[in-house]
């Protein structure tokens, strides 16, 4: 059965898919419900289904066989790509996303992330321009009307990273892509576990469940600088890999 996903688009329209989205799949229903009485299905269900798939790909939907490569996508690049940002701006003091993208540095250190340890390792995408899908999440980045907290971004960190992040540095171990863009960011979660505060001093709110246990680690770095990365429920065996431990 194929399955569909959405481009990036406004909320109009995404409440148009919405819509049809929901006729698609009661019109499939039916023509279930139809199909089980007298093992026919009646060709205006047929018209009708699509009709309204023409609708939704006339919006931005994309019907494709398996949708997992695309949410790989959505989580190494558009969520991984928050976390970067968030991360390395709360620290730097940075309020908002969009401020980020104001800073030529954040803007390249992003797209470096993207390219060259993201993409790698992302699966046969059918139907997806990844430069141009790339160029849009820096736009959508930047957008000054959207002011997205790095607080909000960073919020959870510990039920985010290990999908967004972590296990990106994962497989470009197993490939032996580049880890050193990712590999900062770690870094940088951990100085902001331990010290909640950003390089002016100015305090961090740190919302996370495991804020305590985040911290306690954390705070050994001085005189382990490999406790936080020993938290295997975060991290994995990534302090086995020597790559990764001499890049920290």
């Known amino acids: 059965m194929n399955t569909f996903k959405a481009k990036q688009l406004p909320m109009k329209s995404k ?10 799949l009661f019109s499939c229903q039916e023509k279930q419900s139809v199909k089980k009485e007298n093992n026919k299905t009646p060709q205006f269900q047929n018209q009708g289904q ?13 019907f494709v066989p398996d949708v997992k490569p ?13 976390s970067v940002l968030g991360l390395l701006g709360a620290i730097h003091g940075h309020p908002t996303i ?12 992003l797209r470096a992330f993207m390219d060259k340890e993201a993409t790698p390792v992302l ?13 849009s999440l820096q736009e959508r980045f930047a957008n000054p009307n959207i002011k997205d907290s790095v ?13 967004f992040l972590i ?21 940088a979660w951990c100085y902001y576990s331990d010290k909640a505060q950003d390089k002016n001093d100015n305090p961090i709110e740190i919302i996370d469940a495991m804020q305590e246990q985040l911290h306690q680690a954390a705070s050994k770095t001085q005189s ?23 890049l920290y």
Do not use: W
């Open 15 to 24: 409440t148009l898919i919405f819509l049809l989205t929901s006729l698609l």
């Open 50 to 62: 699509e009709l309204v798939s023409k609708m939704l790909e006339k919006v931005g939907v994309q």
């Open 70 to 82: 695309y949410e790989k996508m959505k989580l190494r690049l558009l969520n991984a790509g928050h």
């Open 98 to 109: 969009n401020a980020c993208m104001e800073d030529d540095l954040f803007v390249s250190y």
């Open 123 to 135: 699966d046969k995408l059918e139907g997806i321009d990844l430069s141009a899908y790339k160029d």
């Open 151 to 163: 607080s909000r971004i960073c919020s959870e960190s510990s039920a985010k990273l290990p999908k």
């Open 167 to 187: 296990a990106t540095i994962q497989d470009n171990l197993a490939n032996g892509g580049s880890i050193k863009f990712a590999t900062l960011v770690i870094a």
């Open 224 to 246: 382990d600088p490999l406790a936080f990365i020993k938290q295997e429920s975060l991290f994995g065996n990534l302090i086995n890999e020597d790559k990764f431990t001499s």
